[in-house]
């Protein structure tokens, strides 16, 4: 169970930098920084900036969740559930507006796909930590 959960701490470490840095980006470049051809008015650059803010956010608090990953199950959840509402908000956008970059796809599964399937590898550990908790408190109790 400790070297499964190790593992997920560091796949879910190195995978909430993916937001921090894409999110950082976006504040700092705005929406130039993703190559848009287009010229857009600075309110499209504000919420765009706004939103990389956010990014950043969650996966800042995915971070978080790293330490005592088996105990965080509630925030892992809530995180999960804003990327999988946003990843849903990017596939109506593909069926509105067309397919986006590749780098826009990329993140679409990892929204829809990569995101949710740490969700469940999370609650696996939450649960098997939660089974040993229980077998070291009833062999405490043991005379």
């Known amino acids: 169970m400790q070297r499964e959960r190790r593992l997920l701490q560091r ?3 190195v995978a909430a930098l993916l937001p921090i840095v894409a999110g950082l ?3 700092l470049f705005g929406i130039d920084g993703i190559g848009t051809q287009r010229i857009v008015n600075v309110s499209a650059d504000s919420h765009f900036r706004y939103l990389s803010g956010l990014l950043t956010g969650i ?3 995915f971070l978080t969740c790293v330490p005592g990953i088996e105990h965080k199950t509630g925030l892992f959840r809530f995180l999960t559930l804003v990327v999988v509402l946003g990843g849903l908000s990017r596939l109506l956008g593909l069926f509105l507006t067309g397919v986006p970059s590749l780098v826009m796809l990329g993140a679409l599964a990892f929204e829809l796909g990569v995101t949710p399937l740490l969700c469940l590898w999370q609650a696996r550990v939450a649960h ?3 089974g040993e908790e229980i077998l070291t408190a009833k062999s ?4």
């Open 11 to 13: 796949v879910v470490a």
């Open 25 to 27: 980006y976006g504040v």
């Open 59 to 61: 996966g800042i608090l």
């Open 128 to 130: 098997l930590a939660a």
């Open 140 to 143: 405490q109790r043991l005379p």
